[in-house]
């Protein structure tokens, strides 16, 4: 299993970024995969998941409706869609799934 995220960078308040994770090892419409990001002194923060099979999806209240979770079953990559950024989405975003996690991309935000 190899997850690997991309698409961080520097974005300002407002702004919008588009992360992806690609992946490989395994079928992807069978495994849910989620979005994590830990800032410098902060824990681990669930950011979002998806459902494999149901495809369901669930977000963190700080993200709500500002982010959105989507997946290329074609593609075998895992997008998040972040619009609305604040200062506080700054972090380490990484994907995991079924107890893999791959590297993460640092997204910073500020003006």
């Known amino acids: 299993v190899q997850l690997q995220a991309c698409g961080g960078g520097l974005a300002q308040p407002g702004g919008s970024l588009r992360l992806s994770c690609a992946t490989s090892?395994?079928?992807?419409?069978?495994?849910?995969i989620g979005w994590f990001r830990q800032a410098p002194g902060k824990e681990r923060e669930g950011v979002s998941c998806?459902?494999?099979?149901?495809?369901?999806?669930d977000y963190a209240d700080s993200v709500r409706e500002r982010f959105t979770i989507s997946r290329d079953n074609a593609r075998k990559t895992v997008y998040l869609r972040m619009n609305s950024l604040v200062p506080e989405d700054s972090g380490l975003y990484y994907c995991?799934?079924?107890?893999?996690r791959g590297p993460g991309t640092e997204v910073t935000v500020s003006s």
């Open positions: 995991t799934s079924g107890g893999s």
């Open positions: 090892g395994f079928t992807l419409d069978y495994y849910s």
């Open positions: 998806r459902g494999g099979r149901d495809g369901s999806t």
